[in-house]
């Protein structure tokens, strides 16, 4: 089976930069992805890192180690906008569909 | 269209009653997939369709819970006999169909169901 554990909630200041933690425990897996949610919206695709290192999309990075069982997603020159949950998935080695994480809930604050 | 879209986006019953969802992929994609999201939590993979069929249906929690893609572009998921356990939020996705469990899943903004 697999697990992705998240932080339930972050807070950060408008311009700062943040760092949301995937922690993972799975048979295998194609990549990494994280999608953003806000309040009663759609799941956005962010970003997606099918080998180790970082990928960068504007503000956005991502991060996989798979050595460690570890992935990131990291913020920069957070705006209000940003205030959302954000998740990470997987696509287990085999499957199609994508297996999310617990999210994590950002604040951002002026 | 441009996106997703899924109809209705708010959906009250009484238990026991049926429900029908529709989920309008993005146009060309071939590969569909429905999920639920309780509140808190991330989505949850139900069924994943790649055209006309369902290639995998080994989320769907029990027998009340069914969907079809019948010309392999819009797809409906049934609910018979609906529990208060059932209220939830009804994604639907779409993706290229291309590249498997890699392909990116683009989603709708869902369906709100609330059984009573």
């Known amino acids: 089976g697999q697990s992705l554990e998240q932080p339930s909630e972050v807070t950060a200041v408008e311009g700062a930069i943040v760092q949301i933690n995937c922690t993972y425990q799975?048979?295998?897996?194609?990549?990494l992805s994280w999608y953003q949610q806000h309040d009663g919206g759609a799941p956005t695709f962010l970003s997606y890192?099918?080998?180790?290192g970082l990928e960068e999309t504007g503000r956005f990075s991502s991060f996989l180690s798979r050595s460690d069982s570890y992935g990131y997603l990291l913020l920069q020159e957070l705006q209000m906008k940003d205030s959302a949950s954000y998740f990470c998935a997987v696509s287990p080695t085999g499957a199609n569909n994508l297996f999310f994480g617990t999210g994590t809930r950002l604040t951002v604050i002026p | 269209g441009a996106g997703v879209s899924q109809t209705p986006s708010n959906k009250v019953t009484e238990k026991g009653k049926y429900v029908e969802l529709r989920c309008d992929p993005i146009?060309?994609?071939?590969?569909l997939y429905w999920y639920r999201q309780s509140l808190g939590q991330g989505p949850e993979f139900l069924i994943y369709f790649q055209g006309t069929g369902a290639a995998d249906d080994s989320g769907l929690p029990n027998d009340r819970f069914f969907a079809v893609r019948p010309e392999g572009s819009v797809s409906t998921l049934k609910i018979q006999r609906t529990e208060r356990g059932d209220s939830a939020v009804y994604l639907c996705?779409?993706?290229?169909?291309?590249?498997?469990?890699?392909?990116?899943?683009?989603f709708g903004p869902g369906t709100r169901l609330t059984v009573l």
């Open positions: 996705a779409s993706s290229s169909g291309t590249s498997g469990g890699s392909d990116t899943q683009y």
């Open positions: 799975t048979s295998g897996f194609y990549g």
């Open positions: 890192n099918a080998l180790d």
């Open positions: 146009s060309g994609h071939t590969a």
